[in-house]
C-alpha cells in the first residue's frame, strides 16, 4: 500500500478452539505460523498455517463422533494517529469436523460468511490437513482502508 491517502491497516489473526467441556484448551498449546497478508487484484487476503491444533483429546472426541469446531477470526484495523485504532471490519472462517462411525469417514464443513462447503475425507490427517491451511481467504477490498474523508 502507498501513497499519503491510504492508511496502513493492522490485521490481526487469531485461531481458538471451541471445547464447550475444556475451556482452558482455548489457550493451548496451539499457534498460527507462516501468517501473511497480501493484496492481489484489489483485495486484502490471508494465509496460514494452524500448528499442534489436533490434541490427543479433540482427536478422542472426533473419533467418538463428537462434532468440533475450529474458528479462525480475522480482525482488520485501520491506525490513526493519536487515538485507538478503527475497528473496520471481523471475519470468521469456522470448520465443523463431524465423524460417521458407520461410513468410517469425516464430514469437515467450511462456513465463510454465506458460503458453506462440504467435504467427505477418509481419514483424520486428510482433515487436520484441510483445517489447517488458511490459503488466501479473501478478507476485505483494499478500499475499505481508504482514510475518512470527513
Known amino acids: 500500500m502507498t ?18 467441556e475444556f475451556p482452558a484448551r482455548a489457550a493451548g498449546r496451539e499457534r498460527i505460523t507462516h501468517l501473511s497478508v497480501s493484496l492481489a487484484n484489489g483485495e486484502i487476503t490471508v494465509s ?7 490434541s490427543h483429546l ?20 485501520r491506525k ?15 470448520y465443523t469436523v463431524k465423524y460417521d462411525n458407520l461410513k468410517k469417514q469425516f464430514l469437515v464443513t ?16 486428510a482433515v487436520e490437513s484441510l483445517i489447517s491451511k488458511v490459503n488466501n481467504v479473501k478478507i476485505s477490498p483494499l478500499s475499505l482502508l481508504k482514510p475518512n474523508r470527513s
Not at 492508511?7 to 490481526?12: G, K, M
Not at 482427536?59 to 484495523?77: A, R, T
Not at 475497528?87 to 469456522?94: G, N, Q, W, Y
Open 80 to 94: 490513526q494517529k493519536g487515538w485507538f485504532d478503527d475497528e473496520v471490519l471481523s471475519k470468521t472462517l469456522r
Open 58 to 77: 479433540v482427536v478422542q472426541d472426533i473419533q467418538n463422533g463428537i462434532p468440533k469446531d475450529f474458528y479462525y477470526y480475522f480482525l482488520l484495523k
Open 48 to 54: 496460514a498455517q494452524l500448528e499442534r491444533g489436533f
Open 110 to 125: 467450511r462456513r465463510d460468511g454465506v458460503v458453506v462447503e462440504e467435504t467427505l475425507l477418509e481419514n483424520l490427517d
Open 3 to 20: 501513497g499519503s491517502r491510504i492508511v496502513s491497516a493492522l490485521l490481526l489473526f487469531s485461531m481458538a478452539l471451541l471445547l464447550p
